[in-house]
């Protein structure tokens, strides 16, 4: 039972364009999420997080938006840049688990010239 | 600030042979520590959990176990490699009760 789902494997967008990575969750106990982003061959980087409390979250040329009601949350990357390619995985965790992370299976971006 | 180390970077095993791969985090103190596989085309599986020395949590049945024997220091093993078990092993440390986790380098293990 997949917890947390990335249904789009892939995405492909023009350098300075936006970038919208989305995820979705089944889980309502959920209130914390957090995006990585992941080289080939490296460990995944923590990018941003956002609390239940917030709709919004921004860092930079990231934004995270949380929608509680549809279990939805989506990250902004605006302006995208070829650096910016990469696989990002989404992930949450619940109130009663803090130290227990679930993660998407995933979404490859490639932001071409 | 904090750092996490992980050995070695790739391995290669025959079927059947032994394994041990080692993770330390350097730089805080009683730390979560996990043992997590990506494999081809899959999102991150988490294997382990650890909460402090000698307290491990397995998440999924499999060929592998983990240990602790120091606080910052967590170890993945296996007494027979099987074909299944190759794949890109991350771990990652927390703090206690924060939800962020961050990643070593991961070691990329091929069973032939």
């Known amino acids: 039972d997949q917890q947390v789902k990335q249904n789009s494997p892939s995405l492909s967008v023009q350098e300075g364009r936006i970038s919208i990575l989305n995820c979705d969750y089944t889980n309502s106990m959920f209130d914390y999420f957090l995006w990585y982003k992941k080289y080939p061959a490296e460990g995944p980087t923590f990018l941003i997080s956002i609390s239940s409390i917030k709709d919004k979250n921004e860092d930079g040329r990231f934004t995270v938006f949380l929608n509680k009601s549809a279990k939805h949350l989506s990250l902004h990357i605006v302006p995208s840049q070829p650096g910016d390619s990469a696989v990002y995985f989404c992930a949450a965790s619940a109130f009663y688990n803090t130290d227990k992370l679930i993660f998407g299976t995933g979404t490859r971006l490639q932001v071409f010239p | 600030s904090q750092t996490i180390h992980q050995w070695p970077a790739t391995l290669v095993q025959p079927v059947g042979s032994p394994l041990s791969l080692e993770c330390t985090v350097e730089?805080?103190?009683?730390?979560?520590l996990y043992w997590y596989r990506q494999a081809a085309g899959r999102g991150l599986q988490l294997l382990f959990y650890s909460v402090g020395i000698g307290q491990i949590s397995s998440e999924v049945p499999q060929n592998l176990s983990a240990s602790r024997p120091q606080d910052r220091q967590f170890i993945l093993s296996s007494k027979k490699l099987l074909l299944s078990d190759s794949g890109f092993y991350l771990c990652a440390w927390s703090d206690e009760g924060t939800e962020t986790q961050y990643f070593g380098p991961g070691t990329r293990l091929l069973v032939l």
């Open positions: 730089g805080t103190s009683n730390p979560n």
